[in-house]
Each structure stands twice: as structure tokens, then as C-alpha cells.
T-cell receptor, first 111, second 114 residues
Framework: QKEVEQDPGPLSVPEGAIVSLNCTYS??????FMWYRQYSRKGPELLMY????GNKEDGRFTAQVDKSSKYISLFIRDSQPSDSATYLC???????????FGTGTLLAVQP | SQTIHQWPATLVQPVGSPLSLECTVE??????LYWYRQAAGRGLQLLFY??????ISSEVPQNLSASRPQDRQFILSSKKLLLSDSGFYLC?????????????FGPGTRLTVL
């Protein structure tokens, strides 16, 4: 079993839709949870991070962590064509000093 | 502000040829440095990381090697490329004392081995 599972998509939504992106994980030692956005042929850029369980909001983006279910989500409200990208979840914590990434979900927002 | 550079941006190499990819970071001292490979549908695979000059940890056995000759320079090399070395190579850095290991990525090098 992979430490982090993420549906690769692609996910296609109309402009203005609410998007939900998710990851599950198996290592209960993870404490820091991140979402990166990667445009085609570019390096990933950090969107948001959260520590432990709870929600964090930044503009149209909300990150949610449920440690009891080992499940994290990223919600995008009022999605825009410029949100079209691959979204990667990443996690960190425990004995390792490595970030563990999901495989990424390809999102396409149709105008 | 900090900046990370990678070059070249794209590279096409024949099987069996050598490889050298370079990464440099500006605006920070003693960063942790990382090399990742990203293949389609497989996410980011950590290849090497370094916590200081000359200190390299290898994560995946392969025909690649890394070196850190200067504090803010990280080099990925191979003596003989394989077809399976094709991919998108990303360099990243992080602050050593960062609590959650936020990593900042470079623009990447797309390598095609023919």
C-alpha cells in the first residue's frame, strides 16, 4: 500500500464550480499537510499547508485535514480556467525528514 | 528573496551518453537541497537530498549520482543514460530549521533519452 493515495483524474468541471480534491494516507505520524499546484511543464508551487487536523482558508481555497480518517481535502470555490493544473498533496512528519507526495490530480476548468 | 535556477530547461540525449543537470539557489544560506524525478502518473520520486556541502543521501538505487560542490549548488549526473532515465527533473530547496519542511521547487528540466 502506498503511503499516500491520490486519484489522478483527470477532473473536468465548468467554470464557477466547486472543486474537491482528496488524498488518503496510511502513516499516522504525518502532522503537516500541504497542497502544491503545478502548471504544465513547470515546477510545483506551494498553495497551502495545515498542521494536524482542522480547516484552513485562503481566498477561494480551503484545506481540510481529518487525521482520524487519514483523509485530506482541498476545496476550490468559484473555480476559474486559470485553476487548471495538477494538484499534488504532500505530507511530512514522524521519523522521516522527507516530504511524501501524492501522484497528483489533473484538473481542467472549462470556460 | 530566494530564487532557484535549473538548467537546461530541456534536453534530448542518446542512450549511453553522460548527463549533468545543475541547480543553484540564491538568497539563502545552507539550504537543504533535493533532486526529484517526475514521471507521468507516478508523482514525485525523491532521488537525492543534501543537508550540506559534500553530504548526499541517495533514496533510490540507480545509475544517477549527485554532488554538492558549493553551498547553493546541486548537480545531478550520470555516466551512461538509460531510456528509463527520461522524465522531468526537479530541484528543490528548504530551510534547514523549517518545522514542516516546506520545499520550493525550480522550473525543472525535461529530459528525453532516445
Amino acid at each position: 500500500q502506498k503511503e499516500v493515495e491520490q486519484d489522478p483524474g483527470p477532473l473536468s468541471v465548468p467554470e464557477g464550480a466547486i472543486v474537491s480534491l482528496n488524498c488518503t494516507y496510511s502513516n499516522s505520524a504525518f502532522q503537516y499537510f500541504m497542497w502544491y499546484r503545478q502548471y504544465s511543464r513547470k515546477g510545483p508551487e506551494l498553495l497551502m499547508y495545515t498542521y494536524s487536523s482542522g480547516n484552513k482558508e485562503d481566498g477561494r481555497f480551503t484545506a481540510q485535514v481529518d487525521k482520524s480518517s487519514k483523509y485530506i481535502s482541498l476545496f476550490i470555490r468559484d473555480s476559474q480556467p486559470s485553476d487548471s493544473a495538477t494538484y499534488l498533496c504532500a505530507m511530512y512528519g514522524g521519523a522521516t525528514n522527507k516530504l511524501i507526495f501524492g501522484t497528483g490530480t489533473l484538473l481542467a476548468v472549462q470556460p | 528573496s530566494q530564487t532557484i535556477h535549473q538548467w537546461p530547461a530541456t534536453l534530448v540525449q542518446p542512450v549511453g551518453s553522460p548527463l549533468s543537470l545543475e541547480c543553484t539557489v540564491e538568497g539563502t544560506s545552507n539550504p537543504n537541497l533535493y533532486w526529484y524525478r517526475q514521471a507521468a502518473g507516478r508523482g514525485l520520486q525523491l532521488l537525492f537530498y543534501s543537508v550540506g556541502i559534500g553530504q548526499i543521501s541517495s533514496e533510490v538505487p540507480q545509475n544517477l549520482s549527485a554532488s554538492r560542490p558549493q553551498d547553493r549548488q546541486f548537480i545531478l549526473s550520470s555516466k551512461k543514460l538509460l531510456l528509463s532515465d527520461s522524465g522531468f527533473y526537479l530541484c528543490a530547496w528548504s530551510v534547514p530549521s523549517g518545522s514542516y519542511n516546506e520545499q520550493f521547487f525550480g522550473p525543472g528540466t525535461r529530459l528525453t533519452v532516445l
